[in-house]
């Protein structure tokens, strides 16, 4: 990562620290847990709060080329970033809890997987509840993955939000040498015998 980019990460941070969630970017053995099943998923992928693009690096070296990605960043100088490094991806300027509201941003095709480094466990309940909700539901096809990774000890999902959708979280593993220690987690839609237990 650039001395610009860690400056422009930096000044967001400063901006609204509870909305960025970490004081450094993904390090690159997170960004590699985080990408290493989306190619083999083929599909367009959608990445939640890109901040400086350490995924989003990531994604384009597994493969998915940039007019098959989708970048939903709700900060306006980090998404204006994005826009000019990135011009052949789709650059959304808003807050990811109104994707449920906005039609598929690949038209008639779904995204195979959402890839997501949004600080969900500092967001309102309220709101991780419609993210995920517009994602299941308007944005990722069936069979379609949601990548999330967290700082805390368990899946920042509760059980009772991933009940209430007819989601399963699986750990996929840790990046323990990433500042802070990360951990990913794969959310599915849980099957239809899974349900109806």
């Known amino acids: 990562m650039s001395l610009n980019d860690t400056l422009v990460f930096l000044r967001a941070w400063l901006r609204d620290p509870r909305g960025i969630g970490a004081v450094t970017p993904s390090g690159a053995a997170l960004a590699r847990l985080m990408t290493s099943h989306v190619s083999a998923l083929g599909g367009p992928v959608i990445e939640l709060g890109p901040g400086t693009g350490a995924l989003t690096r990531a994604l384009l070296a597994r493969g998915v080329p940039l007019h098959r990605l989708a970048l939903v960043e ?106 802070p220690p990360a951990t990913v987690y794969c959310i599915s839609r849980r099957a239809q015998s899974q349900v109806a237990a």
Do not use: H, K
């Not at 906005?102 to 466990?121: K, N």
């Not at 309102?124 to 995920?132: D, E, R, Y």
């Open 74 to 179: 709700a900060d306006p100088q980090l998404a204006d970033a994005l826009g000019r490094r990135y011009p052949e991806a789709i650059i959304l300027r808003m807050d990811a809890a109104r994707l449920g509201d906005t039609a598929p941003l690949f038209g008639d095709e779904r995204a195979c997987a959402v890839v997501s480094g949004l600080p969900l466990l500092s967001m309102p309940p309220v709101q991780v509840a419609a993210i995920m909700q517009g994602v299941f539901e308007r944005q990722l096809r069936s069979g379609g993955m949601f990548y999330q990774f967290t700082y805390g000890p368990r899946c920042p999902l509760p059980p009772a939000l991933l009940a209430q959708l007819n989601l399963q979280a699986r750990r996929v593993g840790g990046a323990l040498f990433n500042l």
